[in-house]
């Protein structure tokens, strides 16, 4: 594939990457900018679930990077810039010096995605969660303990913002995921399709460690701070994780990701 240089920032073909933060706030249209290396590689792996569209690198990493720009679709244009090119491209000193960007998968509909796994299949719903690092922690999780999807309620933040892409390691790219549908109805869709639905709740008398394994799982998360709503509560089972010392509160992604570890290992 031939490295396309760029040395003029105003240069209409790196559009796209221009004055990220700002357009970050007001969404691509279907696409979306990934940075560094890490999440550059999910993107040009077999295991991703979003098409690659382009990359904008640093001239000084380039021969680093060869492997992975070799991997990328060969009719994804790969554009090179010095360094402080770049840094005016992205509109602040980018220092991993490098961007992707990427297509969204098409949506899922979320009965389609649940008749789809299997008979020991855990997801994870997310609710309201409004925070780009525990939405990135989150999908992080998912990935590493091979849940099946992460399934968003109407009230969350979009996962393909970029900083929640980053903290997730490029996990958003590569775990299925449903959106835009109220927590109630998930919820419904989860009971009818035979899962478990376990909400998580410092207030559970039904610790997190003695839960039985096996089986279709739901465990669901709310926002830190507020939690889950009394009345979701009242639709599902509840877990807990028992604290010391009183204390009663942890990050929603190291819970979602004790809980995650507990119904995804082997028994």
């Keep these: 594939m031939a ?11 790196v559009a796209a ?22 999440v550059l590689r999910v993107l040009a792996s077999p295991a991703s679930l979003c098409r690659p569209v382009a990359a904008l690198i640093a001239e000084k990493r380039l021969a680093a990077l060869a492997d992975v720009i070799a991997a990328l679709p060969p009719e994804t244009p790969v554009y090179a810039a010095p360094q402080p090119v770049l840094d005016s491209i992205a509109g602040f000193h980018l220092h991993r010096g490098i961007l992707a960007l990427g297509e969204k998968p098409a ?3 979320l009965g389609g995605l649940l008749a789809g796994m299997g008979d ?19 999908f992080r999780a998912a990935a590493a303990f091979g849940a099946a999807a992460v399934l968003l309620d109407d009230r969350c ?21 449903s959106t835009g549908r109220g927590a109630g109805e998930i919820v419904e869709e989860l009971t009818a399709a035979g899962f478990r639905v376990l909400a998580m709740t410092p207030s559970s008398v039904s610790p997190l460690h003695l839960s039985p394994r096996g089986g279709r799982i739901a465990i669901v998360l709310g926002a830190e701070g507020p939690g889950l709503p009394t ?25 979602g990701a004790i809980a995650l570890h507990h ?5």
């Design 157 to 177: 933040c979009d996962p393909f913002y970029r900083k929640a892409i980053r903290v997730s390691v490029g996990a958003v790219l590569r775990t299925p995921m």
């Design 263 to 267: 119904f995804t290992r082997q028994a």
């Design 231 to 255: 009345h979701l509560i009242e639709r599902c089972e509840t877990i807990g994780i028992p604290m010391s010392g009183g204390f009663d509160s942890l990050n929603v992604g190291t819970a």
């Design 17 to 38: 990457f221009r004055d990220i933060r700002e357009r970050d706030l007001t969404g691509r249209q279907g696409l979306f900018v990934a940075e560094g290396e890490v």
């Design 3 to 13: 490295v396309i240089p760029i040395d003029d920032a105003s240069d209409a073909r």
């Design 107 to 109: 949506p899922h509909p």
């Design 120 to 138: 020991d299949a855990v997801v994870v719903v997310a609710c309201g969660i409004g925070n780009h690092d525990n939405m990135g922690g989150i």
